[in-house]
């Protein structure tokens, strides 16, 4: 049987990983996908990726790497994504793994020059997304839990820009029949965000912004767990494994 594949490249905070476990222990619990096995592939850590026919869908966790530093196992995670796309298995990149994505289909990732992004932030869906079968039917305006440094700077050729934002106008992107970046955490909650805010304090000081602001407007955000049950749906309805 194929399974759902969470592509780990990296792990959260070791003060969460503690209380709340890890980006791969939230993803799996948002695709409530219980007609298709799970299984974590550990990539950042050199796991072998697995064979094509052995897969049903892909999840690429976000991660505290950096795509642009181009780490021998992130180039190799890089190298196979496109024969996934090709094939029209179901793929979502989140954060790192949306970088990623956009990096590996030819795209340019880089700093965002707006600065950091973090907290919860209002997305604005585009008019390709309406009738996406990942985002079609949302809110136009779509609140998401935001947590990073570099964006996808260009989208690949052919891409479909689903959402933009403020800060980052690639929020969210679709590519060929089944492949998805969201740059926003669909896994995150409004106490996740906090945590990272609170992390990176001077650092967002140190660019002008101000944490205690940005730590008051957080909230939670339930079209994150909508957007992976979606996932895991589209994974299961692809036919038999």
């Known amino acids: 049987m194929r399974e759902l594949i969470i592509l780990k490249t990296g792990s959260t905070l ?3 990983l503690a209380s709340k476990g ?8 948002g695709l409530d996908a219980a007609s298709t096995p799970i299984r974590i592939v550990d990539a950042e850590n050199g796991e072998a990726l697995p064979a094509y026919d052995e897969v049903a869908g892909v999840v690429i966790t ?4 950096m795509v642009t530093e181009r780490q021998p196992w992130s180039e190799r995670a890089a190298a196979w994504l496109p024969g996934l796309v090709e094939r029209g298995i179901p793929t979502l990149g989140i954060c790192y793994g949306h970088q990623l994505l956009a990096h590996a289909l030819g795209g340019e990732v880089g700093d965002n020059p707006n600065g950091r992004e973090f907290g919860t932030i209002s997305v604005e869906l585009t008019a390709e997304a309406a009738d ?3 985002l079609g039917g949302l809110p136009p305006r779509l609140p998401v839990q935001v947590c990073h440094t570099q964006s996808a700077l260009t989208l690949p050729a052919g891409a479909r820009r689903l959402a933009q934002g403020s800060r980052d106008a690639n929020q969210a992107f679709a590519v060929g029949e089944a492949a998805w970046g969201v740059q926003f955490h669909p896994e995150f909650d409004a106490e996740v965000v906090t945590a990272y805010i609170e992390h990176y304090d001077a650092r967002l000081r140190a660019e002008g912004q101000d944490p205690d602001a940005l730590i008051a407007a957080c909230h939670e955000t339930p079209a994150g767990t909508t957007i992976l049950r979606r996932f895991g749906q589209i ?3 692809r036919g038999p494994k």
């Open 14 to 16: 070791p003060a969460l």
């Open 22 to 29: 890890d980006f791969t222990d939230w993803v799996a619990a």
């Open 62 to 65: 976000g991660s505290h790497d």
């Open 132 to 134: 996406d079968s990942l």
């Open 235 to 237: 994974v299961a309805a």
